[in-house]
């Protein structure tokens, strides 16, 4: 990392030799019982009529900017760095404050982040940027990322640096939005079928495929019975879906029929298995312009499990393949806090 | 600042007619001056200070914008579609920001204020002339977040749609299927197409 260079840039002078100088910084004034508030903002050009007020207010130094051609001040600066990192669905105040800038969803979807990019933009001089983690799912105005010129004065150089390879890898950050998919559900088991114990995945997958705006069009409760489902899959695949889901039978057992069920209806592109903990016997596949996930009978017990790490992906209309399930190791352990505060923790931050 | 008389009389050949909405629109503008210490909003330098953002498409609307200045195409006006009669007046260059609403009591008090009127319309129009500030509006002093991309001056971001080629200013493109399209490609619009150029819904 560089050291930053350090810039003379603000002189203190009297208030009465001030006039035509700019401010380097907020001058607040406080009237008793009534008010407190700049009266007069950083970067005001001050006129001899102003003189009187900072009198009263008892002003009688002032810090006051001095540029040269080649320096820009931090709240400057960093409007230009937030508009070149933020990509669509990204967005920012047009105040900075303190110099730092919050970039902030512009509508609800999934966050990316084009995490190369921004640590080489990172290693840069005098600039820097730190963010939530990529995949993400955001609510609109949600804070994202922050930017920041290191000193009060970068040099116009570096900051054009930090600026131009920030474009050159556009978008760093972006919000993907949601779409709002189709979905069919196939709940599967013996025992749910038969009505010796009631189903409640209908429930959860219902509350949440529709919080981040999916349609649950239709949902069957089949037995483990493997011509069953692989049947019901081809009949949902007639309609137009785009994500069929099926619970339970993933497993080990001789019951768990419903992976090969998939396999029979058509499915090309299937990944049976993902590095999660609670989600190992996960099934994620594609025909076509359809998905389909097998979720396993973990999703009743846990709350957090892979279906929230892949389902916002499919949502946003990514197509996750075995590389990303397996990606997902690093971070893939559920801790099982109680409460859970998912998605404020580790699991799935694989970065 | 003109006295209230005279913008009510130029608010209303303005917008076409005179009516109670004027009376509320114009009372309500130049209360949110008065509070952010604007006394000539409608010229420089004042007329770069005053973002307002109006919560209704009604007559007082075109009242806020006559008095204050603000139009939609200098992006100093906001049209925030919540039906409710209110506005938000924000000083840009000390981040004060104030929003007025209309009192829907106010309209039970009209024959208090106009007792010798008997048309609705004409008590109403007369007993908001007269009527108090607190008897005409709520005031709350607010926070206000300006984006960058919503600030008035020149077109500092755009985009192009990659499925139909047109240009997106001010950071309004949405990211769909790792395309950055303009909103009616990617979510669709208030129009249908009739003829053969048809935007296709991506």
């Known amino acids: 990392m560089y050291r930053t260079k350090k810039v003379k840039a603000f002189r203190t002078i009297p208030v009465e030799e001030a006039v035509g100088t700019t401010l380097a910084h907020d001058v607040t004034e406080v009237i008793s019982g009534e008010s407190k508030g700049p009266a007069f903002k950083k970067g005001h050009k001050i006129t001899s009529g102003d003189l009187c007020r900072l009198m009263r207010m008892g002003k009688n130094n002032l810090y006051v900017l001095d540029l040269g051609d080649d320096e820009v001040h931090e709240d400057d600066a960093v409007l230009e760095l937030a508009a070149a990192l933020s990509g669509p669905g990204v967005t920012f105040s047009a105040s900075p404050a303190e110099g730092k800038l919050e970039l902030r969803a512009d ?23 730190a963010s939530i983690h990529t995949y993400t799912t955001v609510k609109t105005n949600q804070s994202l990322a922050a930017t920041r010129a290191i000193p009060l004065v970068i040099h116009r150089t570096d900051l054009d640096a930090a600026v131009n390879f920030a474009r050159e890898n556009y978008p760093i950050f972006s919000v993907k939005i949601f779409q709002p998919l189709k ?10 079928y038969n009505g010796l114990i009631q189903d409640r995945f209908k429930a959860i997958v219902e509350q949440k495929t529709t919080d981040l705006g999916a349609v649950l069009e239709e949902a069957v409760i089949l037995p483990d019975d493997r011509d069953m489902i692989s049947w019901q899959i081809r009949n949902y695949l007639e309609k137009d879906t785009d994500l069929i889901i099926t619970t339970g039978g993933m497993s080990v057992d001789p019951d768990d029929v419903t992976k090969a069920g998939i396999e029979d209806s058509g499915f090309e592109q299937i990944h049976y298995s993902a590095a999660v903990l609670p989600g190992a016997m996960f099934l ?17 017990y846990h709350r957090t499990t892979i279906f929230d790490l892949i389902l916002p992906r499919i949502m946003a209309g990514e197509k996750p393949g075995s590389r990303d399930l397996a990606r997902l190791s690093h971070g893939g352990l559920c801790l099982n806090c109680k409460p859970c505060r998912f998605p404020a923790c580790s699991f799935g931050k694989s970065g | 600042m003109e006295d209230f008389e005279t913008l009510l009389k130029g608010s209303a050949e303005a917008h076409g007619h005179l009516c109670p909405g004027q009376v509320v629109g114009v009372r309500m503008a130049m209360e949110g001056c008065r509070l952010l210490g604007l006394d000539n909003p409608r010229e420089l330098p004042q007329i770069k200070k005053l973002l307002v953002y109006v919560e209704i498409d009604r007559c007082a609307a075109d ?46 008090l009209a024959h208090e204020y106009a007792p010798e009127i008997e048309d609705k319309h004409q008590q109403q129009l007369e007993a908001y002339k007269r009527m108090s500030l607190h008897d005409l509006f709520t005031v709350e002093e607010v926070r206000v977040t300006v984006k960058a991309s919503d600030m008035p001056g020149p077109t500092r971001f755009k985009a192009v749609c990659q499925n139909c080629g047109q240009v997106v200013r001010d950071k309004r493109e949405v990211m769909k299927n790792d395309r950055i399209l303009c909103r009616p490609c990617a979510l669709g619009s208030y129009f249908e197409p009739i003829g053969t150029k048809e935007k296709k819904h991506v």
């Open chain 1, 107 to 129: 509508y609800p979807g999934l966050f990316k982040v084009n995490i190369q990019a921004l640590e080489e933009f990172n290693m840069l001089r005098d600039v820097m940027c």
């Open chain 1, 183 to 192: 979905i069919r559900l196939i709940i599967t088991g013996n025992e749910v």
């Open chain 1, 284 to 300: 994620l596949g594609y025909h076509k312009n359809t998905a389909i996930m097998g979720l396993p009978a973990c999703g009743l």
């Open chain 2, 63 to 108: 009242a806020v914008s006559f008095v204050t200045g603000v139009k939609l195409g200098r992006r100093s006006l906001k049209f925030i579609d919540n039906g409710i009669m209110a506005a938000t007046f924000v000083h840009l260059e000390t981040g004060k920001a104030f929003r007025i609403v209309s009192r829907e009591t106010a309209r039970g």
